[in-house]
């Protein structure tokens, strides 16, 4: 059913997107949809979350830096696919009206997506390349404003600036992440610690 909104949302686009349509197209009666999802909406969102579960992964690079570039440049692949970019945009356009959608959009995607911000602090932090949270609460915080940031970042360039996330931005952002204004502005690269 999932592999159908998604193949709908590629073919029709969101405002013709029906249930009718999905339920037809995965072969089953449009009550077996509503029994699980209440309307389009709440569809299209776990159609989306569930392609970023099965494709947004943390690689384990060896450095921070290579395992934040390499995450970047792999959501915004996913930003790339026609269905993701359609449902996204879509979906994100409609939470600003509807509180339960904004709600579902943060369980089934940001919520479950922000797992590879801590995996990749954890790792991080094992490597000494960056110090241990004491407060359990200031490293939730830390965690949330991590995520946000590259997310942001991402979807922004990706999906409203219509910009190209290739290797030298994703590279360049990771820079200003990990080493702040300075070193992007002047153009400083520190040194890999894979090298």
Do not use: C
Not at 155 to 169: I, K, M, P, Q
Request: hydrophobic share 50%; net charge negative.
């Amino acid at each position: 059913m999932l592999d159908a909104t998604r193949a709908a949302l590629v073919e029709l686009g969101w405002s013709k997107l029906s249930m009718g349509d999905v339920a037809a197209r995965a072969g089953v009666a449009k009550t077996t949809l509503y029994r699980r999802w209440a309307n389009k909406n709440e569809l299209v969102v776990d159609a989306v979350a569930a392609v970023f579960d099965e494709h947004l992964e943390l690689p384990d690079l060896g450095s921070l830096q290579a395992d934040i570039e390499a995450v970047v440049l792999s959501f915004a692949s996913l930003l790339e696919r026609p269905e993701t970019r359609t449902a996204l945009m879509a979906v994100v356009a409609e939470s600003t009206r509807d509180e339960a959608l904004r709600d579902r959009i943060r369980t089934a995607i940001v919520d479950r997506q922000k797992h590879l911000v801590l995996v990749g602090r954890e790792r991080a932090q094992a490597r000494g390349e960056l110090p241990r949270e004491t407060d359990p609460a200031t490293a939730a915080r830390t965690a949330d404003l991590i995520f946000d940031v590259i997310a942001g970042a991402v979807v922004h360039r990706a999906l409203v600036s219509g910009e190209r996330v290739d290797a030298e931005w994703s590279r360049g952002f990771t820079t200003l992440l990990l080493h702040g204004l300075a070193a992007a502005a002047g153009g400083v690269t520190p040194a890999d610690p894979r090298t």
